[in-house]
T-cell receptor, first 117, second 110 residues
Framework: KAGVTQTPRYLIKTRGQQVTLSCSPI?????VSWYQQTPGQGLQFLFE???????NKGNFPGRFSGRQFSNSRSEMNVSTLELGDSALYLC????????????????FGEGSWLTVV | SQKIEQNSEALNIQEGKTATLTCNYT??????LQWYRQDPGRGPVFLLL?????KEKRKERLKVTFDTTLKQSLFHITASQPADSATYLC?????????FGPGTRLSVLP
């Protein structure tokens, strides 16, 4: 079956602009989570959506937001881009989420490389 | 404060040897721990999961241990091959949260 698909793969934006990234999870997966990966900070959790509801949120400013649609596809948006937002943004899907009682395997997409200039 | 550490940023070993990677955590009470492999420019790929009540898990050449007293997990790759060269990440699941360690870049030299 198809894996997690993220679009676009690469993009360049200017400071102050906003960006929307898209993620299509594995068919049947209801949980989608987003991560930011940078050389300095590693892989950091942004938020998780399950059945269109944000279930969990990491420690990022309100400029970072997301949503999930009824077909489990998800988007994340970053407004008023800063240079420090340049990173690899990874989406991951799982059947039931990453909470304590699940311990589900999560499957990552290939990521969207965002460069802010 | 809460912290996850992985033994070193980079680890070089000779082909055929056993690679041992360490994941230590502080001020977490994880219900489970996972290990992932990440190749450059790619998303992480799940390898193994071990729960807090399990001591050891194996999968082919991979073995992971989990010691909640020491607050440590060890990840072993036996009979290592150059194709095992990658960054390996540990991740803790606790409550409704999930957090990754910084990763160890493993290079297996032929």
């Amino acid at each position: 079956k198809a894996g997690v698909t993220q679009t676009p793969r690469y993009l360049i934006k200017t400071r102050g602009q906003q960006v929307t990234l898209s993620c299509s999870p594995i068919s049947g997966h209801r949980s989608v989570s987003w991560y930011q990966q940078t050389p300095g900070q590693g892989l950091q959790f942004l938020f998780e959506y399950f059945s269109e509801t944000q279930r969990n949120k990491g420690n990022f400013p309100g400029r970072f937001s997301g949503r999930q649609f009824s077909n489990s596809r998800s988007e994340m948006n970053v407004s008023t881009l800063e240079l420090g937002d340049s990173a690899l943004y990874l989406c991951a899907s799982s059947l039931g989420g990453t909470g304590t009682l699940s311990g589900n395997t999560i499957y990552f997409g290939e990521g969207s490389w965002l460069t802010v200039v | 404060s809460q912290k996850i550490e992985q033994n070193s940023e980079a680890l070089n070993i000779q082909e055929g040897k056993t690679a041992t990677l360490t994941c230590n955590y502080t001020n977490y009470s994880p219900a489970y721990l996972q290990w992932y492999r990440q190749d450059p420019g790619r998303g992480p790929v799940f390898l193994l999961l071990i729960r807090e009540n399990e001591k050891e898990k194996r999968k082919e050449r991979l073995k992971v241990t989990f010691d909640t007293t020491l607050k440590q997990s060890l990840f072993h790759i036996t009979a290592s091959q150059p194709a095992d060269s990658a960054t390996y990440l540990c991740a803790l699941g606790y409550g409704q949260n999930f957090v990754f360690g910084p990763g160890t870049r493993l290079s297996v030299l032929p």
